[in-house]
């Protein structure tokens, strides 16, 4: 199953200072917005979104149809058929994208460990 770019959405407290920490560490700004409480920050392949007051726990993200430049990619497996997938498999959603629509479309889950999951395509 192959589920796209990988990232880490980050629930973040101060966002400037969340931003200034990260960039210590070698991030740069790779896009987002910061007047509005998120910033996309990469360090070589490594991908983290800073959110301030946007969500309550981290997220894992996966991008299907983007590589990790945010570039689409040819071929990929649409969102709608990894969700089909996965509900095939007996896995629980808590929220679930349209399956009668294509292009942009996402769906949520947990890992056994409520670790919050989000399956989201951009195209």
Do not use: C
């Amino acid at each position: 199953m192959k589920l796209g770019a990988f990232s880490v959405s980050l629930n973040v407290k101060d966002i400037n200072a969340s931003k200034e920490f990260y960039e210590k560490l070698g991030f740069q700004t790779y896009g987002g917005e910061i007047a509005q409480n998120w910033v996309i920050m990469k360090n070589e392949d490594t991908i983290i979104g800073l959110f301030q007051g946007m969500f309550e726990k981290n997220i894992l993200t996966f991008n299907p149809g983007w590589n990790s430049n945010a570039e689409n990619l040819e071929f990929y497996t649409d969102v709608r058929e990894l969700q089909k997938q996965l509900k095939e498999k007996g896995m629980k959603l808590q929220t679930k994208a349209d399956e009668t629509t294509k292009g942009p479309a996402h769906f949520t889950l947990e890992d056994p460990d409520g670790n919050q999951i989000l399956i989201d395509q951009h195209r």
